[in-house]
């Protein structure tokens, strides 16, 4: 289902099958991503340093939107901090396209989930958060194992 919901960074829908997807990309802090170098590098070797709502190859789902939205805050933080060091126009300049262009991506997903039919946006939002939990690493449970040694014969 949220592989029908991927975006461009510009918000077109990008929908193919979980599976054609899942060959062709790499899991990106607030994504996907699929520049073919890093999808080779397995997220590794981004040419323009993770500023991925700027990029063509960024493919978000609104299984990211928490993510995203932690990141413009962090990113506002960053903002302030880089004026206070009185840090060059350029810098800041950065900082905020990369919030209006976060911002974009967000505030459309927002908007496709908003058009859809209540039943389809309360199963949509329960597989993202299935995957958020599952990024998250903190829901599984471990079995218990016991090690046992072999003795000499």
């Known amino acids: 289902m949220l592989s029908l919901m991927v975006t461009d960074r510009h918000g077109i829908a990008k929908p193919c099958s979980s599976t054609a997807y899942e060959q062709r990309s790499v899991a990106v802090p607030f994504g996907g991503?699929?520049?073919?170098?890093?999808?080779?590098?397995g997220g590794h070797a981004c040419p323009i340093r993770f500023q991925c709502s700027g990029c063509g190859f960024y493919r978000p789902d609104p299984s990211y939107l928490p993510a995203i939205?932690?990141?413009?805050?962090?990113?506002?933080?960053?903002?302030e901090r880089a004026r206070v060091m009185d840090?060059?126009?350029?810098?800041?300049?950065?900082?905020?396209?990369?919030?209006?262009?976060?911002?974009?991506?967000?505030?459309?997903?927002?908007?496709?989930m908003a058009g859809m039919p209540e039943h389809e946006r309360?199963?949509?939002?329960e597989a993202a958060a299935v995957l958020r939990r599952v990024r998250a690493g903190g829901d599984h449970k471990l079995l218990p194992i016991t090690v046992v040694s072999k003795k000499e014969a």
């Open 33 to 41: 991503c699929t520049e073919p170098s890093n999808v080779k590098a």
């Open 69 to 79: 939205e932690d990141h413009i805050n962090s990113l506002r933080a960053d903002r």
């Open 87 to 112: 840090a060059a126009g350029f810098v800041i300049d950065n900082l905020t396209s990369q919030i209006n262009s976060y911002e974009g991506v967000a505030a459309k997903m927002r908007e496709r």
């Open 122 to 125: 309360t199963e949509l939002e």
